[in-house]
């Protein structure tokens, strides 16, 4: 009879066991992707910066319920440090978008200055209460050989269609990030001409 209060904690903890998925943000395939804009081979980007809110710097995936509440999920996680996954991913879109595989992810410097270096700092990246995946961010383009500001922007982009899972918001995240690295590496290719 003194085991039964043990028994009993064992089930109720086996049986609200929920298993912990794990996500990533994916680069679009390449058949799905944009092709390059016009080849800048020559083209070298250093990603000096890339910074989260604190609330988004965390293992579990973060949602924004009504009246400005967070929703963190313990079974839904990043398989990895999403700040990583980002700049990793923005490595990927830039050079299948300029065609060129001169790209340096921080903390690595290149052995000389970058034709461009790139700093960005996001404001929000989350699916919202309803259901609308959202992404802004400021980013700055710096040249490489003066330091001189090129251009800071806020680009502010939502998905076109509402979702209700993880599965679904990641993915949707995933073809945000595609978006907004377009929009760099197009602002990259106009400088290059």
Avoid at 45 to 69: A, F, G, M, T
Avoid at 170 to 181: C, I
Wanted: glycine share 2%.
């Amino acid at each position: 009879m003194r085991w039964f209060p043990l028994w009993i904690v064992f089930m109720l903890t086996a049986c609200s066991t929920t298993p912990t998925r794990y996500y990533v943000l994916t680069a679009a395939a390449p058949s799905q992707a944009s092709p390059a804009i016009v080849a800048h081979p020559k083209i070298s980007i250093e990603v000096s910066q890339l910074e989260l809110p604190k609330y988004l710097d965390r293992p579990q995936i973060v949602s924004h319920l009504k009246n400005n509440q967070l929703e963190i999920s313990d079974y839904a996680q990043w398989g990895g440090r999403l700040r990583n996954n980002m700049m990793r991913l923005l490595a990927t879109n830039l050079s299948r978008a300029l065609g060129t595989s001169q790209i340096i992810i921080a903390p690595y410097r290149p052995n000389e200055p970058a034709t461009v270096r790139l700093m960005i700092e996001v404001i929000r990246f989350e699916r919202m209460s309803d259901g609308i995946v959202h992404l802004d961010a400021q980013w700055r383009l710096i040249d490489g050989a003066t330091d001189r500001s090129l251009i800071t922007r806020i680009t502010r982009l939502q998905s076109t269609k509402k979702v209700s899972d993880v599965a679904d918001t990641v993915t949707e995240m995933s073809q945000l990030f595609a978006r907004f690295s377009d929009t760099i590496a197009d602002e990259i290719a106009a400088r290059a001409k």
